[in-house]
C-alpha cells in the first residue's frame, strides 16, 4: 500500500466510528441521487467501491440479487459488515478500489459515491472497474461540483494551511470541485467507457449550529483539512468559520452550507 493510500486508510480508520453518525443528512441525499441514475433492478449484480458505512449498499439491499462492499478501512467494514448482517445479498470485504480482486467476479454495475478523488490515478482504476463489468454494465459515481460561497469560503479558511497534494486536490486536480464536466468526462473516455453523461444535483447541507459542523468534519475526509491546522490555531479557525456559518442561516434555524454534487456514469 502506498504512503498516501495508507494515510488515507487509517484517517477513515480513525473517523469510521462516527462518520455519517453526526445528525447531517449528506451521505443519504448523495447516495440517493447516485441510486436514481443508476436505477438498480432485481437480478443485478453490483459492485460498490469505496463504500464505507454503506450509504450506496443500504439503497441498493431492497433490490438488487447481490452488492459487494469494498473498502481500505477494515474500521468502515466492521460497521457495515455488522449493519448488513440482516441482508443476506450484501457482502463486505476489506480491499483496494484501485484494483478490485477478480475473483469477485462481474457486476451489471459498479459504483463509488464520494471516492475517485481519494485515489491517486483515477483512469487507471477506472479501467480496473470496467474489467468489472459485464458488456453493457454501467459505472456510476458521485464526486464534489462547485461549491456555494459559504463552503467555499469556509475551504479557503482551511486552504493555506493544507500541504500542496491537498491543496492541489481541493482546487486544481481533475477531479476537484471546480473542474470542468468535461475533464471529469475525459477520464471516463480515457478508461475506455462509453456513453459517458454528467448529472448535477444542488445539495444543501443543514448545520443545527457550530459544534454540529465541527464534528461532521471531524468525521468526514474533511478530517484531513483539521489535521493540517497546528492545534495551537484551531480555535482561531473555528471562531473564522463560526462567522462564515452566521453569515448563512436556514430558514427552519441553524446554518445551511450549499454545494453541487456530480454523478458521472458510463458505459462498458
Ligand atoms: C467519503 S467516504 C464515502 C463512503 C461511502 N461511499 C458513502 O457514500 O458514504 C470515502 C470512502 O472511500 C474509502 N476509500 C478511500 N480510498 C480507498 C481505496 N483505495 N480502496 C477502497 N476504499 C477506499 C474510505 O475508506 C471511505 O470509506
Redo the contacts with the bound molecule.
Keep these: 500500500m502506498s504512503d498516501e493510500?495508507a494515510r488515507?486508510?487509517a484517517m477513515?480508520d480513525a473517523l469510521a466510528p462516527t462518520y455519517?453518525t453526526t445528525g447531517v443528512i449528506f451521505?443519504g441525499p448523495?447516495?440517493d441521487g447516485l441510486i436514481e441514475i443508476l436505477r438498480p433492478g432485481p437480478g443485478q449484480r453490483i459492485l460498490d467501491?469505496?463504500?464505507?458505512?454503506g450509504?450506496?449498499l443500504a439503497r441498493l439491499a431492497p433490490t438488487v440479487d447481490t452488492a459487494v462492499g469494498?473498502?481500505?478501512?477494515p474500521e468502515?467494514v466492521a460497521r457495515s459488515r455488522a449493519a448488513f448482517a440482516p441482508w443476506p445479498n450484501i457482502r463486505v470485504e476489506v480491499?483496494?478500489?484501485?484494483d478490485p480482486d477478480p475473483q469477485l467476479g462481474l457486476f451489471n454495475a459498479v459504483t463509488?459515491?464520494?471516492?475517485l478523488f481519494?485515489?491517486p490515478d483515477p483512469v487507471a482504476a477506472l479501467r480496473r472497474w470496467r474489467d468489472r463489468l459485464t458488456t453493457g454494465g454501467r459505472c456510476v459515481i458521485s464526486i464534489f461540483g462547485a461549491p456555494g460561497a459559504a463552503w467555499q469560503a469556509v475551504d479557503e479558511v482551511f486552504l493555506p494551511y493544507l500541504p500542496a497534494q491537498l491543496r492541489d486536490a481541493r482546487t486544481a486536480g481533475p477531479l476537484s470541485p471546480s473542474s470542468p464536466d468535461s475533464t471529469v468526462e475525459q477520464l471516463f473516455t480515457a478508461a475506455g467507457y462509453t456513453d459517458v453523461h454528467t448529472v448535477a444535483r444542488p445539495l444543501d447541507t443543514r448545520f443545527a449550529g457550530i459544534e454540529q459542523w465541527e464534528q461532521f468534519s471531524w468525521s468526514?475526509?474533511q478530517r484531513a483539512m483539521w489535521l493540517a491546522v497546528p492545534e495551537p490555531e484551531r480555535p482561531a479557525v473555528r471562531a473564522t468559520v463560526t462567522d462564515i456559518l452566521r453569515s448563512s442561516p436556514h430558514p427552519d434555524g441553524g446554518y445551511v452550507l450549499s454545494q453541487t454534487v456530480r454523478y458521472i456514469s458510463g458505459v462498458a
Design positions: 493510500v488515507i486508510a477513515f455519517d451521505f448523495i447516495a467501491l469505496g463504500c464505507g458505512r450509504a450506496v469494498i473498502d481500505i478501512s468502515m480491499g483496494d478500489a484501485r463509488a459515491s464520494l471516492v481519494f485515489l468526514t475526509g
